[in-house]
């Protein structure tokens, strides 16, 4: 699951893509001069009325002011392209922090007013495994729905047939390493298991690769479960892979669909790595709340307004299907409604499979109140459970409360997590 309103400002349609280059528009440049220079209230000024409603002068401030928290000084900006879309100039810019890259999309009404902008990490692939790795890693493509995704199967050297594993990313446009900042939770697992038996198929997610097939509106199914059940079949095709030992592991969002993946796939088996079990808009308003209490530069007052407009935009969310969260444009009422009515522990339970579940102790986004959930909810033989003090969301380890700036330091799954994993499959 990414952090979401905290991290996102963005009034742009996810079909907003693809189109013929135009002049850079000026609006663009002095918005990001503006939040650069910390003139927040000038750079505000420059929204038009419907963003302004949608993103506050404190909440432009505090999204800004967390990236600098969190990946350190800006140390240059660079434009990137240019097109028009639905009326608009939209330009993207790579804006280079300390600890990581941004890519900045800014789209400017014919007015001359931003009528939206939007803040996205940039990732590179992971690298690839040295000659001798015990594992080999083949491009693969998951053909489903509009159109294909990039894979990638890790391989265990050898005859075979070999025990095989789907990742299933969380919330959000993700690709197939599962990139956060510095981090490829993803690639971790994949190298991990691979070097222990066990193949593994991670891809990219429909979201991030292809955001155009989203402009008629998102759907679990088109979002996450048809592209991972073709990704099952995909797995189970493979030479030298056992048909019969694929299984699915899904994280965070992808946790709390991989039981039915699992069954919808026939795979044999599900892991649930920091799964939610609560309401999804729940767990979106304490991510706020936590967060905020780990901001002291924004004032009382300005977190007061944050979370009364949150909760006022979460009621029309539950209410009226055709609503909208604007920082996470193009995902309505419908969709949020569909989620939140996904029955996690139901699902598992009714799938009657192998369930491996996992679960950091400092992990923010998804906490004890969802793992102590599963664990009242999930009892028999085939439920198994293993809880890690000191993992984070991404299964990476530290010390004290979890953070934003967390995740932009470079570290790796934990071995033992990875491990427990291996030794499940291996025990079925």
Do not use: C
Not at 369 to 388: I, P, T
């Amino acid at each position: 699951m990414r952090l979401k309103t905290l991290l996102l400002a963005a009034a742009l349609p996810l079909s907003a893509l693809a189109a013929a280059n135009t002049t850079a528009p000026d609006p663009a440049t002095a918005l990001l001069a503006e939040l650069e220079q910390g003139r927040f209230a000038q750079a505000h000024a420059r929204f038009n009325p419907a963003m302004a409603q949608a993103v506050s002068s404190p909440a432009l401030t505090q999204l800004w002011q967390q990236l600098a928290q969190s990946l350190g000084a800006l140390q240059r900006i660079e434009p990137d392209q240019t097109r028009q879309v639905e009326g608009n100039d939209v330009s993207t810019h790579l804006l280079h922090f300390q600890h990581g890259t941004v890519r900045a999309t800014t789209a400017v009404d014919k007015a001359g007013h931003i009528s939206g902008f939007h803040l996205a990490p940039v990732a590179s692939a992971a690298a690839a495994p040295p000659a001798d790795a015990p594992f080999t890693e083949t491009a693969l493509q998951v053909v489903a729905g509009p159109g294909p995704l990039g894979a990638t199967l890790s391989l265990p050297k050898g005859p075979g047939p070999f025990p095989a594993v789907v990742l299933v990313h969380g919330s959000g446009p993700q690709d197939r390493d599962e990139s956060v900042g510095p981090n490829k939770p993803f690639a971790d697992i994949a190298h991990g298991l691979a070097a222990q038996g066990i193949a593994v198929l991670r891809y990219d997610k429909r979201s991030q690769a292809r955001p155009q097939d989203f402009a008629q509106g998102a759907s679990l199914a088109l979002e996450t479960t048809d592209d991972a059940i073709a990704a099952v079949a995909l797995l189970k095709a493979q030479p030298g892979i056992d048909a019969g030992k694929v299984y699915v592991l899904g994280h965070s969002q992808g946790g709390m669909l991989a039981s039915h993946i699992a069954k919808a796939g026939q795979a044999a088996g599900a892991i649930l790595f920091a799964a939610p079990a609560r309401p999804i808009l729940d767990l979106l308003r304490e991510q706020n709340v936590y967060l905020l209490a780990q901001s002291p530069q924004i004032t009382a007052e300005a977190a007061k307004a944050h979370l009364d407009q949150l909760d006022a935009q979460i009621a029309a969310l539950r209410s009226d299907k055709t609503a909208e969260l604007p920082q996470l444009p193009g995902l309505t009422g419908a969709y949020w409604q569909e989620l939140e009515a996904v029955d996690v522990i139901g699902q598992t339970r009714d799938a009657g499979l192998p369930t491996l579940l996992l679960q950091g102790g400092r992990d923010f986004q998804v906490v004890d109140a969802d793992w102590n959930r599963l664990q009242a909810g999930l009892q028999g033989e085939r439920f198994s459970f293993h809880h890690y003090p000191t993992l984070n969301h991404l299964g990476i380890a530290g010390n004290g409360p979890g953070t934003l700036a967390e995740y932009q330091q470079p570290g790796k799954v934990d071995a033992g997590l990875i491990n427990d994993i291996a030794h499940w499959i291996h025990a079925q």
